[in-house]
């Protein structure tokens, strides 16, 4: 079995709680729909709010970057990729929709009469919703269109055998990215500004690139410095073009890159560790665990302690999600590959 990078699995746990403290504290209450959920505002304020927290998705588009690249390069054919991908992600965002509805619902009967729209929430299930101008039922979902534009990158570097070309091409269309703002090429040059539209990957595509060359930086020490300048203009583009803040950007790529180096041996521990293992459920369902919650709740409970209160049952709702569902139907899917996809294309399939 090859070795996997424990603190990097502690890092994607540690992002999904960022997420989780960011959308109770901060974030409540200033979207007025989630989806299909209609939320009240904070009757009293937290003491703490999170405003930061929102950088574990630029922390989750780095590990992307890093992971989805070094499994790439064990697939010889997008059929295996394909399937890997699928396996991985749709079972458990199925699931999560139907407990968003059956969550949500209720909570906008109470507040509104609200007839929800069912060819939506349908559209939600292909994970492309926002090609088509639909709302997601979860506004996590955001972040998961543009994973798929990223797979949608990898498997075409797979299709044409250039999966050893994905560096450049990412560092191309970072510095790309970053010189069309930096001289405010999105306003003159017409049309321009639909790229951005039809392919939102392009706006976070800095963070990806950051990670799949520190990944390049790891598995060719002989080309380190051809990494380093890359990762070097990468930081630079962070400033150019920040879809999030840049200085924290940086130092959450620093994190990062220290992780990717084993340096960070506290993330070890199997608490983090254990909540790396539930990361993608808990990102999923803790929207409409907490944000329920809060609804239901913040008129009985003082905020703060329903606030942890929300992020404890979210914990423990994306793990039971994690053991009755994931793990199973990753075994269930792991068998039918094995007869149906011919071994050698199951290589490295993960």
Not at 115 to 120: F, G, I, N, V, Y
Request: net charge positive.
């Amino acid at each position: 079995m090859r070795s996997r990078n424990l603190q990097i699995d502690a890092l994607r746990g540690l992002a999904a709680l960022s997420v989780v403290l960011f959308h109770f504290t901060s974030w409540y209450g200033k979207s007025q729909v989630d989806g299909i959920l209609l939320l009240d505002n904070f009757l009293t304020s937290p003491v703490i709010a999170l405003y930061f927290g929102d950088m574990g998705v630029p922390l989750f588009f780095m590990i992307s970057g890093y992971m989805i690249t070094a499994s790439s390069e064990r697939h010889i054919n997008v059929t295996s990729f394909a399937y890997s991908r699928f396996a991985r992600l749709y079972p458990l965002y199925w699931c999560s929709i139907v407990f968003a509805v059956a969550c949500y619902l209720p909570s906008n009967y109470r507040l509104v009469d609200y007839q929800p729209d069912w060819l939506a929430i349908g559209i939600n299930f292909s994970m492309l919703q926002e090609s088509v101008g639909v709302n997601n039922v979860n506004e996590a979902y955001w972040t998961l269109y543009i994973e798929m534009q990223f797979y949608a990158l990898i498997a075409l570097a797979i299709a044409t055998k250039q999966t050893a070309r994905v560096p450049l091409c990412a560092l191309c269309l970072s510095t790309a990215y970053g010189c069309a703002t930096l001289f405010n090429c999105w306003d003159w040059v017409p049309g321009l500004w639909r790229i951005k539209t039809a392919i939102p990957f392009i706006l976070f595509v800095n963070y990806f690139s950051l990670g799949i060359w520190v990944r390049a930086l790891n598995t060719s020490p002989q080309h380190k410095h051809r990494s380093l300048a890359a990762i070097g203009i990468c930081c630079i583009c962070l400033f150019i073009n920040p879809a999030y803040n840049p200085i924290a950007s940086l130092l959450v790529f620093v994190v990062f890159w220290l992780a990717c180096a084993h340096k960070l041996k506290v993330l070890e521990h199997r608490a983090f560790v254990g909540l790396g293992s539930i990361s993608y459920a808990l990102y999923l369902f803790h929207g409409p665990c907490g944000y329920t919650m809060l609804n239901y709740l913040q008129g009985f409970v003082q905020i703060d302690l329903l606030i942890t209160a929300a992020v404890c049952t979210s914990i423990a709702v994306a793990f039971l999600f994690s053991i009755a569902l994931d793990q199973p139907s990753q075994r269930f899917l792991k068998k039918i590959a094995i007869t149906q996809i011919p071994s050698d294309e199951l290589a490295g399939n993960s």
